[in-house]
């Protein structure tokens, strides 16, 4: 019978989970839980400013929030889609603040 392991599976998906500390400098900006290298934040400020300035995205962001608006105040028929339209917006909102922590 083989044994099984007590070491936890990382999930890969967690390495890019993006969190914010406080440091001695200021703000710290963390890949799953461990702060960026200068070099992983400059690539991410790099890639952050190109995806901001192309078309794909502000069509993707006022696509999603006038799909959740549209949501919240005109296809609700209970509090659940309500709940639906406000998860769009926040999770936009989740971007964006991400987008600005990179500007």
Same mark, same amino acid.
């Given at each position: 019978m083989p044994r099984k392991s007590t070491t936890p599976i990382p999930d890969p998906k967690m390495d890019y989970v =993006?969190?914010? $500390?406080?440091? =001695?400098? $200021?703000? !710290? #900006?963390k890949l799953n839980g461990k702060p960026v290298t200068p070099d992983q934040l400059n690539q @991410?400020? $790099?890639?952050?400013?190109?995806?901001?300035? =192309? +078309? @794909?995205y502000q069509v993707l962001i006022e696509t @999603?929030?006038?799909e959740g608006r549209e949501v919240i105040f005109n296809k609700a028929q209970?509090?659940?889609? !309500?709940?639906?339209?406000?998860? #769009? +917006?926040?999770?936009?909102?989740?971007?964006?603040? #991400?987008?600005?922590?990179?500007?």
């Open positions: =993006m969190t914010t $500390g406080k440091g =001695m400098k $200021g703000k !710290v #900006i @991410l400020k $790099g890639e952050a400013f190109q995806f901001r300035t =192309m +078309l @794909l @999603l929030k006038w209970d509090f659940q889609d !309500v709940l639906n339209g406000k998860t #769009i +917006l926040h999770t936009i909102g989740t971007q964006e603040n #991400i987008m600005k922590l990179l500007e």
